[in-house]
């Protein structure tokens, strides 16, 4: 045995299992992206299901859960009156609380709550939207209101606070403030609204303004994402009007491509591969974007009506040369050639589960782990599924919360769940759930 030999062989003595657990500490994970790395976890549901490790009571939101450190993090609003009407062109009036709460990762147990006293007065008005970011020992959190908090994570004492509707003149959109915040550096950058102020970036540790920039018809649910494009760091946003690219740093436009889907709903966040963008939403909008060297966009193909994905609440996964999500029109899950945006097949087994039958903005959350796709459906159902461009094969599913949401008469589930820790933790407006996801073999 060689010395490098050696020095691995004691390294392996020494780096326990544990170490290959990962975090989830936004929106979509770690790299925002729906990539789930640990290893040591099922590759298939028994019928009998999986072991539910916890459950914990919770109030309404869309808000997916994030976790660090052995803590989740989870937000919620405690209206006073149930009375929802969930019309997509009406704004509710609701009055309540809405909370952040810190969860022990093992017991479900509460570890601290903060809470402040918000009025709704926007259509589906279950509760928040975001999902909270962590960022070391500081977390942030997004209402739908645009109650910007940032918090210890240790205690849940409030370091800064600012409702971004206020500070910046700007109606909330009407399906409330959605876009995560994304904190990278010494910023986090966030969706506000107003003239040259749809994005802001503010010091992650005060909430002080470094730099606003672009215009916009609405500044839509689209969250920000960081992108390569012609060698350099990007901060990508997309709103009613157009996807940008601008400078991390100073907020000055490098590139604008524009792309307006219907309602000013831009929500799922463009996906990034080489020199690629693919961007969809609602009302066949859809195109495959190709950078040149010099990072400069042109459309390298449209999508077609009943081809493509047109993505909404949940953003399709690209993995190699396919695209995988939830299609807003149809409500089906479908399998679409990067190359040409022609549709490889589709089905509502991952969606709705119900054949035949469209559903309007039917839903999966798909997340990713070494070749086999976790996919939580709007059903409350986790599936296990291996998908390719020919087809999928299930693998096994299990119901893990009610969907206890409607939406156009159905009942749905729309909050993304985190993976962290080998577990799954899903939320809907009664409970979170953790469910163990170790392999026999890894425990927990």
């Not at 004691?10 to 789930?36: E, F, H, K, S």
């Not at 209206?79 to 997509?88: G, I, Y």
């Not at 609405?218 to 012609?230: D, F, H, L, Q, R």
Request: proline share 5%; glycine share 10%.
């Amino acid at each position: 045995m060689n010395l490098k030999q050696l020095t691995f062989a004691a390294l392996l003595c020494v780096v326990p299992y544990t170490a290959v657990a990962d975090d989830w500490p936004q929106w979509m994970g770690p790299g925002r992206n729906g990539i789930w790395s640990e290893a040591g976890v099922v590759t298939e549901i028994p019928e009998k299901g999986l072991p539910v490790v916890w459950r914990a009571e919770l109030s309404g939101g869309y808000s997916g859960p994030a976790v660090s450190a052995g803590r989740v993090f989870v937000t919620d609003f405690l209206a006073d009156d149930p009375k929802l009407t969930n019309d997509p062109g009406t704004r509710d009036v609701r009055k309540g609380v809405e909370r952040i709460h810190c969860l022990d990762l093992k017991t479900g147990k509460t570890i601290w709550k903060q809470e402040y006293p918000r009025a709704y007065k926007i259509s589906y008005a279950a509760g928040p939207r975001a999902t909270p970011t962590v960022d070391g020992d500081l977390v942030y959190a997004l209402g739908a209101e645009g109650d910007l908090l940032c918090l210890k994570v240790a205690s849940g004492e409030v370091v800064w606070k600012q409702n971004l509707a206020e500070t910046y003149q700007a109606e909330t959109p009407i399906w409330g403030h959605s876009a995560h915040p994304l904190v990278h550096g010494d910023l986090v950058y966030c969706l506000a609204g107003g003239k040259d102020h749809v994005v802001v970036a503010l010091n992650k540790l005060t909430g002080k303004e470094v730099w606003h920039a672009l215009s916009a018809a609405e500044i839509g649910y689209c969250p920000p994402t960081i992108a390569k494009i012609g060698g350099k760091d990007q901060l990508v946003i997309w709103h009613a009007d157009a996807v940008c690219g601008l400078d991390l740093q100073k907020g000055n436009t490098l590139w604008t491509h524009p792309l307006s889907p219907k309602y000013g709903m831009a929500i799922a966040a463009p996906q990034f591969q080489k020199n690629r963008m693919f961007a969809s939403g609602i009302g066949e909008v859809g195109e495959m974007v190709e950078f040149d060297a010099s990072g400069a966009p042109k459309t390298a193909w449209k999508g077609m009506i009943k081809q493509c994905v047109f993505s909404a609440n949940a953003t399709s996964l690209w993995i190699d040369d396919t695209l995988y999500g939830a299609d807003c029109g149809s409500g089906m899950f479908v399998a679409v050639d990067a190359k040409t945006g022609k549709r490889l097949w589709e089905t509502f087994d991952l969606t709705t589960g119900v054949a035949g039958r469209r559903a309007s903005h039917g839903t999966a959350f798909v997340v990713q782990n070494k070749g086999l796709s976790y996919v939580f459906a709007e059903t409350g159902e986790l599936v296990v599924a291996k998908l390719s461009p020919s087809g999928f094969e299930i693998k096994g599913r299990m119901k893990v919360v009610e969907p206890t949401g409607e939406c156009f008469g159905r009942p749905v589930v729309w909050s993304h769940p985190a993976f962290a820790e080998r577990s799954m933790i899903a939320r809907n407006d009664k409970e979170i759930v953790c469910i163990s996801l170790a392999a026999p073999t890894a425990g927990r």
